[in-house]
T-cell receptor, first 116, second 113 residues
């Protein structure tokens, strides 16, 4: 079974500091992408960053970066210079391609609070 | 750009009633998904579709049905609503192809009493 595990239900960080959210996954597929989505209180899901499993270089998007460890099946998100607007639920997800079909699978999420 | 549109935003159902959650996308995406989000449980896949006329079950399909008669629309049908179906429901779509971004609707908060 393909699963995504986020072991930190809640985290908090002071404004301007750095925080890392953890994610591990389990799949037998070799071709997949990993994603971090943000869900602010508005409930709208927003893509934060994505990583291709075949790429060794970690993805970076402004203050957001990932630490992708393929052998360990780990995909953590680092948020630098945290801002109040980063307060949200963060979901780790991956998309599998199987027999021409795709499925998008999510973890349970981590609730991040950025404190002033 | 409308993106993914879900209706209604909120609904209260009585046990045993039925309803259809509507989802429409205007991006010509092949793939569409329905998820439910329970508190502390993340998003669980109910059904998904890889194109018009093709649907498949996700993790938690029991109590739900879907259809995909057009590329744009992917309605989710609840028959005989139960309190366990109280949740927030999200529809999403992707163009298809590994790595493509998923676009989500605003969600439907459903309460079954």
């Amino acid at each position: 079974a393909q699963t995504v595990t986020q072991s930190q239900p809640e985290m908090s960080v002071q404004e301007a500091e750095t925080v890392t959210l953890s994610c591990t996954y389990d799949t037998s597929e070799s071709n997949y992408y990993l994603f971090w989505y943000k869900q602010p209180p508005s409930r709208q899901m927003i893509l934060v960053i994505r990583q291709e499993a075949y790429k060794q270089q970690n993805a970076t998007e402004n203050r957001f970066s990932v630490n992708f460890q393929k052998a360990a099946k780990s995909f953590s998100l680092k948020i630098s210079d945290s801002q109040l607007g980063d307060t949200a639920m963060y979901f780790c997800a991956f998309i599998l391609t199987q027999g021409g079909s795709e499925k998008l699978v999510f973890g349970k999420g981590t609730k991040l609070t950025v404190n002033p | 750009n409308a993106g993914v549109t879900q209706t209604p935003k909120f609904r209260i159902l009585k046990i045993g009633q039925s309803m259809t959650l509507q989802c429409a996308q205007d991006m010509n995406h092949n793939y569409m998904y329905w998820y439910r989000q329970d508190p502390g449980m993340g998003l669980k896949l109910i059904y998904y579709s890889v194109g018009a006329g093709i649907t498949d079950k996700g993790e938690v399909p029991n109590g739900y049905n879907v259809s995909r008669s057009t590329t744009e629309d992917f309605p989710l049908r609840l028959e005989l609503a139960a309190p366990s179906q109280t949740s927030v429901y999200f529809c999403a779509s992707t163009r298809g192809g590994v790595g493509t971004e998923a676009f989500f609707g605003q969600g439907t908060r459903l309460t079954v009493v």
